[in-house]
């Protein structure tokens, strides 16, 4: 049994064929998919596709590429959603939000500072209705763990990590875990293999990001969520485990931060 913990399912690059590709992930053993939103505009989208798929759960955000073009009046939106997702089993957390400091006009003013009132107003959002968080942290690791220290939230995942081992452990001190994916299958990834293989394995789930971060065998091309099992097992070649044992653990993992997967009518 797998979990994928991030997978943009409804993106246009699947073609309309989304809920076959949930399909093909559940044959290849992935028990659930997390699809975060990414702005108001799919909001609907991602809690309709994560019922159509049969093993999606979804998370509402608003996703920092995505703050240039939206309006303080989108998170009253997500509020509104977040409350109406509540008794919505296959809802299950805040996502994806965050920061993004590696495109260049996204680090400057205006944008950052708007970038970082949007982080902050969702992570309220989270603290006040008791969600873990998917966290976008590219380039922005430091300012991300700033504000989690001054915003508490219950648990989240520091997406498609790819930080030093120092604010790894510091995401895991507030009680984060850590997704790998793609990224790690590569061998010139050094540092991110070498945290794959030395941090505590109850710090790490897994994901895809589909159809981003391919893993090595399909880069170029578009990523899918039944690669989980395969990239699982990229992680117990670097860890001297067992597929079967990291598959157990990473899943467990992704249950404990994310509790309402547990109650999501998924079979856990």
């Not at 939106?77 to 006009?105: H, K, T």
Request: hydrophobic share 45%; aromatic share 8%; charged share 20%.
């Amino acid at each position: 049994m797998w979990v994928d913990t991030h997978c943009h399912l409804d993106a246009g690059e699947f073609g309309g064929h989304s809920v076959s590709i949930a399909g093909d992930a559940a044959r290849a053993g992935v028990r659930a998919i997390v699809i975060p939103a990414i702005a108001r505009v799919n909001f609907g989208t991602v809690a309709q596709l994560a019922r159509e798929a049969g093993n999606g759960v979804y998370a509402l955000g608003i996703h920092p590429m995505y703050v240039p073009t939206a309006r303080e009046s989108d998170l009253q939106a997500l509020r509104a959603a977040i409350e109406a997702a509540l008794d919505d089993p296959l809802f299950v957390g805040i996502g994806e939000i965050g920061l993004d400091f590696f495109v260049p006009e996204l680090k400057e003013t205006p944008l950052r500072e708007k970038q970082e009132f949007f982080f902050a107003e969702q992570l309220k959002l989270a603290r006040d209705f008791g969600l873990p968080v998917l966290l976008h942290v590219r380039r922005s690791q430091d300012i991300i763990l700033k504000y989690l220290r001054r915003i508490r939230v219950p648990g989240g995942i520091a997406h498609a990590f790819n930080g030093s081992e120092q604010q790894a452990r510091a995401f895991i001190e507030l009680g984060l875990r850590l997704g790998f994916g793609g990224a790690m299958t590569f061998p010139r990834s050094l540092q991110i293999r070498r945290l794959a293989a030395e941090l505590p394995l109850s710090s790490i789930v897994l994901e895809t990001d589909a159809p981003d971060i391919a893993p090595a065998w399909r880069h170029p091309g578009v990523n899918t969520p039944d690669q989980i099992p395969r990239i699982g097992e990229v992680l117990a070649g670097l860890r001297g485990m067992l597929p079967a044992e990291v598959a157990a653990a990473t899943s467990a993992n992704a249950l404990a931060v994310l509790p309402r997967l547990a109650s999501s009518g998924l079979g856990f």
